[in-house]
């Protein structure tokens, strides 16, 4: 099995988004480090699902960046 740069991608951004969200439960004080991982995993992610060709994972991924950003703008 070989593992492409696509899937590397989608993985990294699985990773960010699980840490980011850990983060969040953990009620941390950076803010702006717990929405930079969200929003660092969104883009990942939503790259993996463009090459994937799966739409309803790039609409849900897509809304998932916009909410991310939105966040991020809300803290600042």
């Excluded at 990773?15 to 969104?42: E, M, Y």
């Excluded at 790259?47 to 998932?64: E, G, H, N, R, T």
């Excluded at 909410?67 to 809300?74: C, D, F, H, P, R």
Aim: charged letters at 15%.
């Amino acid at each position: 099995m070989v593992i492409n740069l696509f899937q590397i991608i989608g993985t990294l951004g699985l990773i960010s988004i699980i840490n980011g969200t850990f983060l969040l439960t953990k009620k941390s004080r950076k803010r702006k480090t717990i929405f930079a991982f969200l929003l660092l995993g969104g883009i990942l992610l939503e790259i993996y699902s463009i090459y994937i060709k799966d739409p309803i994972f790039i609409i849900l991924q897509a809304v998932y960046i916009i909410v991310a950003i939105y966040g991020w703008l809300k803290i600042k």
